[in-house]
């Protein structure tokens, strides 16, 4: 199989590959039109991976024989049309990774919303019940670096709609459909049904011996669940009724088959509260049961999982205002997934270093779900230059506290003050650990 594999994309996904790569003898080189994060450039040079950034040479990436792409690289970008008129096979890291996974087994989660929450709920599950097992993806290392320098039994894999995209072979033992919302992706032609068949490729290897946990009560899920031919267990999870296989809640009550035992628990034992967070414990918990982890231990790790900090984490409510620090979306991506899941009007806190974004992949939701942008960094030119016609109120701040104030002047009860800076944190702040724990004592200040 090895030959000349050209990684796009230098980021943790890319570099993880690269090295994965390298492992298994392929002839590596890494191309990324932006500057490399020091910790990866160290890397690549310390592997002597030959590297470019700040550029993408043609002849070389079109040398390839095949191309991992990063999952944040649009079909629309040239260097990708290049590529693909020239036939050369696209894959995406998760898929490399699964090529040399040898017998280990996998847990994918994708979903609109959610899929964070579960996937770490997951995989503190599985910890805890005595798994031999890492947390992978979206969250945590990249799949492909787990498997090349520390592998392990189980891989509980966050996976975006983006990664499923270049999937060949890839095939989940479990896979967990959270939800599917959003019909304003810029990334599949603005057509609704290109991103909902995008979520389905999680299923589309797998056989009758995998499962499938899936949310009934979610419309767009169970509206085209029919037209997809799926050859695997199916376990839905409701609140709406009961199930004899899956996962139910009923009165307050949480009921689970899907393994070997029946479990249940009442809801008010869920450490984390909300409607939405009952049915990533249900998807949690019916994966883990799956697997073979015992109900106490299921139990055990629903009563003490701890929402992840600075990740979509709830900080306070502050007169009908909710804070919520993400200050771990440091780019454009992570901040669309949080847009994505709010459900009230949003006054966003934005900025930091500009690593290249583009803002117009949240340009959409911005303009459907935000009614107040406050900038939070040393330079915001380029923040007011993306929305200034979508927002009518914007403003520069140059520290957390400001930024906290004026989100809060901005909002009445029953909107959302959501810090996610699709930026570095370094102009302001040390890291994005320091930026949330400035944001939180800010909110507590008030």
């Known amino acids: 199989m090895p030959g000349r594999i050209v990684i796009l994309g230098g980021g943790e996904s890319g570099t993880g590959a690269a090295l994965l790569a390298q492992q298994q003898g392929y002839d590596v080189f890494l191309s ?47 260097m990708v049309k290049k590529i693909r008129a020239k036939g050369i096979p696209v894959i995406s890291e998760i898929e490399l990774a699964y090529r040399y996974k040898g017998n280990s087994k996998i847990v994918g989660i994708t979903g609109s919303n ?4 579960t996937t770490a709920m997951t995989y503190h599950i599985c910890k805890l019940g005595g798994l031999d097992c890492a947390l ?43 939800n599917i919302t959003e019909d304003h992706l810029d990334r599949y032609d603005y057509k609704f049904e290109n991103y909902i068949n995008s979520k389905f490729r999680i299923v589309m290897n797998q056989t009758e011996e995998d499962y499938f946990i899936y949310c009934e009560d979610d419309p767009v899920t169970k509206q085209y669940i029919s037209r997809y031919s799926i050859h695997t267990n199916p376990l839905p999870f409701t609140m709406q009724h009961e199930l004899n ?14 393994g070997s035992e029946k479990l249940q628990m009442s809801i008010y034992d869920f450490a984390l509260k909300g409607i939405h967070n009952q049915y990533n414990t249900m998807a949690a918990g019916i994966a883990a049961s799956t697997i073979g982890i015992r109900k106490q231990k299921i139990r055990e790790a629903i009563q003490s999982f701890e929402a992840l900090e600075h990740r979509m984490e709830y900080v306070l409510t502050v007169r009908g205002v909710e804070f919520i620090n993400d200050s771990k979306a440091t780019n454009v991506n992570s901040t669309w997934y949080a847009l994505e899941s709010m459900t009230k009007p949003v ?13 117009s992949l949240i340009r959409e939701l ?11 960094g040393t330079d915001n030119r380029k923040i007011h230059e993306a929305f200034h016609d979508d927002v009518p109120l914007m403003v520069n701040t140059a520290s957390a506290q400001e930024a906290v104030k004026a989100a809060f002047h901005f909002s009445k009860k029953g909107d959302v003050v959501l810090l996610s800076p699709a930026c570095a944190s370094f102009d302001l702040f040390k890291n994005y650990e320091d930026r949330g724990k400035q944001f939180k004592e800010a909110v507590k200040d008030l």
């Open 245 to 258: 296989k899956g996962g139910f809640i009923k009165n307050g009550q949480m009921s689970i088959v899907a």
């Open 32 to 78: 990324d039109g932006a500057l490399l994060k020091s910790e990866h450039r160290d890397e690549l040079k310390q592997r002597g991976i030959s590297f470019e950034e700040g550029i993408h040479t043609e002849e070389a990436i079109l040398s390839a024989d095949e191309v991992m792409k990063s999952p944040g690289i649009p079909e629309k970008s040239d």
């Open 347 to 359: 006054v966003l806190i934005l900025g930091g270093v500009d690593k290249g974004n583009d803002y």
């Open 114 to 117: 959610g899929k964070t929450t």
């Open 366 to 376: 911005v303009k459907e779900k935000v009614k107040a942008i406050v900038c939070m």
């Open 136 to 178: 992978v993806g979206n969250i945590g290392y990249s799949f492909a670096r787990q498997v090349a320098t520390d592998p392990k039994q189980w891989y509980i894999a966050e996976i975006s709609s983006f990664q499923l995209d270049d999937i060949k072979t890839f095939r989940p033992d479990v896979a967990i459909l959270t």
